[in-house]
Protein backbone atom coordinates (compact mmCIF):
# COMPACT_ATOMS: atom_id res chain seq x y z
CA UNK A 1 0.00 0.00 0.00
CA UNK A 2 1.07 3.20 -0.89
CA UNK A 3 0.35 5.07 2.62
CA UNK A 4 -2.07 8.12 2.55
CA UNK A 5 -0.70 10.18 -0.43
CA UNK A 6 -1.59 14.20 -0.36
CA UNK A 7 -0.74 16.80 -2.94
CA UNK A 8 0.19 18.93 -3.15
CA UNK A 9 3.42 18.47 -1.01
CA UNK A 10 4.44 22.48 -1.37
CA UNK A 11 2.03 25.20 -2.32
CA UNK A 12 3.45 28.63 -1.76
CA UNK A 13 -0.43 31.50 -2.73
CA UNK A 14 -0.79 34.72 -2.02
CA UNK A 15 -2.54 36.30 0.67
CA UNK A 16 -6.33 36.17 -0.66
CA UNK A 17 -6.53 33.49 -2.31
CA UNK A 18 -7.93 29.98 -2.56
CA UNK A 19 -6.06 27.01 -1.11
CA UNK A 20 -6.97 23.02 -1.17
CA UNK A 21 -4.94 20.59 -0.06
CA UNK A 22 -6.09 17.16 -0.92
CA UNK A 23 -5.70 14.04 1.01
CA UNK A 24 -5.55 10.22 -0.22
CA UNK A 25 -6.42 7.80 2.65
CA UNK A 26 -5.46 3.81 2.98
CA UNK A 27 -7.88 1.92 0.93
CA UNK A 28 -9.96 0.14 3.65
CA UNK A 29 -9.34 2.95 6.33
CA UNK A 30 -12.86 4.49 7.70
CA UNK A 31 -11.53 6.99 9.73
CA UNK A 32 -9.70 10.54 8.11
CA UNK A 33 -8.07 13.88 10.45
CA UNK A 34 -6.74 16.31 9.32
CA UNK A 35 -3.90 17.96 11.08
CA UNK A 36 -2.11 21.56 11.48
CA UNK A 37 1.90 21.67 12.80
CA UNK A 38 3.45 25.38 13.53
CA UNK A 39 6.14 26.22 15.74
CA UNK A 40 3.72 28.27 18.07
CA UNK A 41 1.13 25.48 18.30
CA UNK A 42 2.69 22.54 17.62
CA UNK A 43 0.12 19.17 15.91
CA UNK A 44 -2.99 20.28 16.44
CA UNK A 45 -6.33 18.65 15.44
CA UNK A 46 -8.52 20.33 12.65
CA UNK A 47 -11.17 18.02 11.68
CA UNK A 48 -12.00 14.52 12.03
CA UNK A 49 -14.24 12.51 10.15
CA UNK A 50 -15.66 8.63 10.32
CA UNK A 51 -16.86 7.02 7.63
CA UNK A 52 -17.18 10.11 5.56
CA UNK A 53 -18.92 12.06 7.56
CA UNK A 54 -17.66 14.99 10.21
CA UNK A 55 -17.46 14.00 13.59
CA UNK A 56 -15.51 16.84 15.32
CA UNK A 57 -14.55 20.09 13.34
CA UNK A 58 -13.92 21.68 16.76
CA UNK A 59 -10.36 22.65 16.20
CA UNK A 60 -11.34 24.12 12.51
CA UNK A 61 -10.34 27.82 13.30
CA UNK A 62 -12.51 29.14 11.21
CA UNK A 63 -15.40 29.78 8.51
CA UNK A 64 -12.51 30.47 6.09
CA UNK A 65 -11.72 27.26 6.66
CA UNK A 66 -13.63 23.90 5.23
CA UNK A 67 -13.09 20.03 4.93
CA UNK A 68 -14.84 17.64 2.65
CA UNK A 69 -14.92 13.91 2.57
CA UNK A 70 -17.21 13.61 -0.37
CA UNK A 71 -16.31 9.21 -0.58
CA UNK A 72 -13.78 7.04 1.00
CA UNK A 73 -10.89 7.47 -0.84
CA UNK A 74 -10.56 11.60 -0.97
CA UNK A 75 -10.91 14.13 1.51
CA UNK A 76 -9.95 18.08 1.06
CA UNK A 77 -9.28 20.98 3.06
CA UNK A 78 -9.63 24.70 1.76
CA UNK A 79 -8.97 27.96 2.81
CA UNK A 80 -10.83 30.55 1.51
CA UNK A 81 -9.49 33.20 1.55
CA UNK A 82 -5.86 32.32 2.84
CA UNK A 83 -3.69 34.64 5.32
CA UNK A 84 -0.33 34.64 5.99
CA UNK A 85 -1.05 33.32 9.56
CA UNK A 86 -2.22 29.97 7.94
CA UNK A 87 1.06 29.33 6.96
CA UNK A 88 1.59 25.90 8.02
CA UNK A 89 2.20 22.28 7.30
CA UNK A 90 -0.67 19.75 7.17
CA UNK A 91 -1.21 16.39 7.60
CA UNK A 92 -3.55 13.95 7.03
CA UNK A 93 -3.48 10.95 8.72
CA UNK A 94 -6.05 7.73 8.68
CA UNK A 95 -6.92 4.71 10.90
CA UNK A 96 -8.99 1.43 9.82
CA UNK A 97 -11.58 1.75 12.20
CA UNK A 98 -12.86 4.54 14.80
CA UNK A 99 -11.36 2.46 18.07
CA UNK A 100 -8.05 1.43 16.24
CA UNK A 101 -5.42 1.95 17.63
CA UNK A 102 -2.89 3.20 14.99
CA UNK A 103 -2.85 6.68 12.74
CA UNK A 104 -1.09 6.81 9.88
CA UNK A 105 0.33 10.05 8.80
CA UNK A 106 0.86 11.34 5.26
CA UNK A 107 4.18 13.31 3.88
CA UNK A 108 2.15 16.27 4.61
CA UNK A 109 1.10 19.67 2.74
CA UNK A 110 3.77 22.42 3.25
CA UNK A 111 1.75 25.84 3.06
CA UNK A 112 3.44 29.05 2.44
CA UNK A 113 1.22 32.32 2.19
CA UNK A 114 3.11 35.47 1.42
CA UNK B 1 -7.92 15.97 28.96
CA UNK B 2 -4.99 13.81 30.56
CA UNK B 3 -1.92 15.71 30.30
CA UNK B 4 1.63 14.43 30.14
CA UNK B 5 5.07 15.63 30.62
CA UNK B 6 7.69 15.29 28.90
CA UNK B 7 11.34 16.23 29.21
CA UNK B 8 12.48 18.53 26.20
CA UNK B 9 15.35 16.97 24.72
CA UNK B 10 17.72 14.29 24.96
CA UNK B 11 20.91 12.78 24.03
CA UNK B 12 22.01 9.16 22.83
CA UNK B 13 24.85 8.03 21.44
CA UNK B 14 24.49 5.65 18.68
CA UNK B 15 24.07 1.62 19.43
CA UNK B 16 23.14 2.63 23.09
CA UNK B 17 19.88 1.95 24.69
CA UNK B 18 17.29 5.04 24.84
CA UNK B 19 14.98 5.83 27.99
CA UNK B 20 12.47 7.96 27.28
CA UNK B 21 10.10 9.19 30.26
CA UNK B 22 6.96 10.02 30.37
CA UNK B 23 4.69 11.51 33.53
CA UNK B 24 0.95 11.28 33.40
CA UNK B 25 -0.06 11.60 37.06
CA UNK B 26 -3.42 12.34 36.11
CA UNK B 27 -4.42 9.47 33.80
CA UNK B 28 -7.91 7.86 34.14
CA UNK B 29 -8.84 3.73 34.00
CA UNK B 30 -9.39 4.08 30.38
CA UNK B 31 -6.86 6.18 28.81
CA UNK B 32 -4.28 3.76 26.84
CA UNK B 33 -0.46 5.24 26.61
CA UNK B 34 0.55 5.79 22.99
CA UNK B 35 3.93 6.90 21.59
CA UNK B 36 4.16 8.63 18.28
CA UNK B 37 7.59 10.05 16.73
CA UNK B 38 8.38 12.57 13.84
CA UNK B 39 11.15 11.73 11.93
CA UNK B 40 12.29 15.38 10.72
CA UNK B 41 10.55 16.86 7.53
CA UNK B 42 7.77 13.93 8.16
CA UNK B 43 4.64 13.11 9.57
CA UNK B 44 4.31 11.52 12.98
CA UNK B 45 4.55 8.02 12.97
CA UNK B 46 3.18 5.31 15.61
CA UNK B 47 5.94 3.82 17.73
CA UNK B 48 3.81 1.43 20.44
CA UNK B 49 0.98 1.62 22.62
CA UNK B 50 -0.49 -0.45 25.87
CA UNK B 51 -2.79 -0.19 28.92
CA UNK B 52 -1.03 -1.69 31.88
CA UNK B 53 1.28 -4.01 31.05
CA UNK B 54 4.90 -4.13 29.28
CA UNK B 55 4.77 -4.40 25.73
CA UNK B 56 7.38 -5.12 22.84
CA UNK B 57 7.14 -4.52 19.27
CA UNK B 58 9.75 -4.49 16.45
CA UNK B 59 10.73 -0.68 17.16
CA UNK B 60 10.77 -0.25 20.86
CA UNK B 61 9.35 -1.53 24.32
CA UNK B 62 7.20 0.27 26.60
CA UNK B 63 7.16 0.12 30.50
CA UNK B 64 4.56 1.36 32.55
CA UNK B 65 4.68 1.86 36.28
CA UNK B 66 2.41 0.04 38.38
CA UNK B 67 0.37 2.92 39.10
CA UNK B 68 0.60 4.04 35.78
CA UNK B 69 1.03 7.46 36.48
CA UNK B 70 4.45 7.25 34.75
CA UNK B 71 5.75 4.93 31.55
CA UNK B 72 9.04 4.81 29.97
CA UNK B 73 9.71 4.50 26.17
CA UNK B 74 13.03 2.43 25.37
CA UNK B 75 14.56 2.09 22.27
CA UNK B 76 17.25 -1.07 22.68
CA UNK B 77 20.04 0.15 20.32
CA UNK B 78 19.52 3.49 19.46
CA UNK B 79 20.36 4.00 15.78
CA UNK B 80 20.85 7.89 13.49
CA UNK B 81 17.71 7.05 12.42
CA UNK B 82 15.45 7.08 15.86
CA UNK B 83 17.04 11.09 16.17
CA UNK B 84 13.13 12.21 16.40
CA UNK B 85 10.65 13.94 18.62
CA UNK B 86 8.79 11.12 20.44
CA UNK B 87 5.62 12.09 21.85
CA UNK B 88 3.47 10.06 24.94
CA UNK B 89 0.07 10.80 24.19
CA UNK B 90 -2.87 9.11 25.96
CA UNK B 91 -6.16 8.42 24.21
CA UNK B 92 -9.41 6.16 25.48
CA UNK B 93 -10.12 4.46 22.21
CA UNK B 94 -13.26 2.33 24.13
CA UNK B 95 -15.92 5.00 24.11
CA UNK B 96 -17.51 6.74 21.20
CA UNK B 97 -17.35 9.98 20.11
CA UNK B 98 -15.24 12.14 18.09
CA UNK B 99 -13.18 13.84 20.81
CA UNK B 100 -11.92 10.23 22.12
CA UNK B 101 -10.23 9.81 19.27
CA UNK B 102 -8.01 12.87 19.14
CA UNK B 103 -4.21 12.15 19.35
CA UNK B 104 -3.39 15.47 21.32
CA UNK B 105 0.27 16.07 20.81
CA UNK B 106 2.38 18.04 23.21
CA UNK B 107 5.81 19.23 22.63
CA UNK B 108 7.56 16.12 23.22
CA UNK B 109 10.74 14.95 23.43
CA UNK B 110 13.69 15.85 20.88
CA UNK B 111 15.95 13.27 21.01
CA UNK B 112 19.17 13.92 19.39
CA UNK B 113 21.31 10.74 18.46
CA UNK B 114 25.16 11.04 18.45
CA UNK B 115 27.27 9.08 16.33
Known amino acids: DAGVIQSPRHEVTEMGQEVTLRCKPI?????LFWYRQTMMRGLELLIY????????DSGMPEDRFSAKMPNASFSTLKIQPSEPRDSAVYFC????????????FGPGTRLTVL | DAKTTQPNSMESNEEEPVHLPCNHS???????IHWYRQLPSQGPEYVIH???SNVNNRMASLAIAEDRKSSTLILHRATLRDAAVYYC????????????????FGKGTLLTVNP
Open chain 1, 27 to 31: SGHNS
Open chain 1, 49 to 56: FNNNVPID
Open chain 2, 50 to 52: GLT
Open chain 2, 26 to 32: TISGTDY
Open chain 2, 89 to 104: ILRDVRRGGGSNYKLT
Open chain 1, 93 to 104: ATQRGARDNEQF
